[in-house]
DNA sequence: ATGGGTGCAAACTGTTTGCAATCTG
DNA sequence: CAGATTGCAAACAGTTTGCACCCAT
């Protein structure tokens, strides 16, 4: 599911009872253009989209975010950043978040064997997973590094 | 660090510069208080206190919030429900979660082995480990059946 | 007595919603 | 052409902040 064509995403709409609009088309290529690991907030994603010269509101955006998150195609993040962060949602979901609490610098890691244990316990609950998110919260190298230089 | 009295908690504050005020000591006696894998909303928290008959505005409550998980008092949760929860931060924080997407019930669970995966991880990145927090979204049991159903 | 803490109300941020106009299937 | 989708502006929820008063230290 990471790279659909605007033909493939309207199938994808239409089979829902859903609409391709340039909006919604144009939000997935700009999630579809970020390397892995890279994500967005609402706001990000309409300064992006601004930037580029598309024509498109707030609501709308999330609109199509919320969309695109209950569609499955994107994943949304819950950073301690005060809003969301979203990312394509890529099949394997092995992929988590390190975010440092002094400077909100986060980096991406892939992690397998996180995802059976979630898997394995969620299930022994009656739970259906439908994703698997470890979050830790640390400080960053350079902030502890600036945190002894004081 | 779990259960700290009221004097302890006061020697706590002082060590800090903060001072002891009878708003501090009973929003960490509610902490106390509840059962192991409760978690309380600021809003929560206030109601609970205004119950109790205790008078102390919202914005305390938020300030008492920040300033304990600060101190490594609390641990604040972001589960997927628009605001944050807190809870008390046990030495132990092998405790994870499991969030419906539909009814948002959420189910505690203990698992060692995912701190000591994120720990080895973060700290190969360079980061000093505060907080390791696994959060799995999934549709329980009873939402199931429920969609079955119709 | 001094400066940290509180309550109140007003401000803010991110997000949601009602409605008329517009576009897709 | 019907109904889904959009943009706009207004409404919201949760959280933060400025300021005068109050109370631990």
């Given at each position: 599911?990471?790279?659909?064509?605007?033909?493939a995403?309207?199938?994808?709409?239409?089979?829902?009872?859903?609409?391709?609009?340039?909006?919604?088309?144009?939000?997935?290529?700009?999630?579809?253009?970020?390397?892995?690991?890279?994500?967005?907030?609402?706001?990000?994603?309409?300064?992006?989209?601004?930037?580029?010269?598309?024509?498109?509101?707030?609501?709308?955006?999330?609109?199509?975010?919320?969309?695109?998150?209950?569609?499955?195609?994107?994943?949304?993040?819950?950073?301690?950043?005060?809003?969301?962060?979203?990312?394509?949602?890529?099949?394997?979901?092995?992929?988590?978040?390190?975010?440092?609490?002094?400077?909100?610098?986060?980096?991406?890691?892939?992690?397998?064997?996180?995802?059976?244990?979630?898997?394995k316990?969620?299930?022994s609950?009656g739970?259906?997973?439908?994703?698997?998110?470890?979050?830790?919260?640390?400080?960053?190298?350079?902030?502890?590094?600036?945190?002894?230089?004081?």
């Open positions: 599911m990471p790279f659909l064509s605007d033909s995403l309207k199938d994808e709409l239409n089979a829902r009872g859903y609409r391709a609009t340039p909006q919604r088309q144009k939000v997935l290529s700009i999630f579809m253009e970020l390397t892995q690991g890279e994500h967005l907030s609402a706001e990000d994603l309409h300064n992006l989209l601004e930037e580029d010269g598309e024509r498109i509101s707030l609501s709308t955006v999330y609109r199509t975010l919320h969309l695109m998150v209950y569609m499955g195609l994107l994943r949304e993040l819950e950073l301690a950043e005060g809003h969301k962060h979203y990312e394509l949602n890529r099949p394997l979901k092995d992929h988590h978040h390190i975010v440092c609490v002094h400077c909100n610098k986060t980096v991406e890691f892939a992690e397998r064997s996180v995802a059976k244990i979630g898997e316990t969620a299930s609950a739970y259906h997973v439908l994703d698997c998110q470890l979050t830790l919260y640390g400080i960053c190298a350079n902030c502890t590094a600036q945190q002894q230089a004081r």
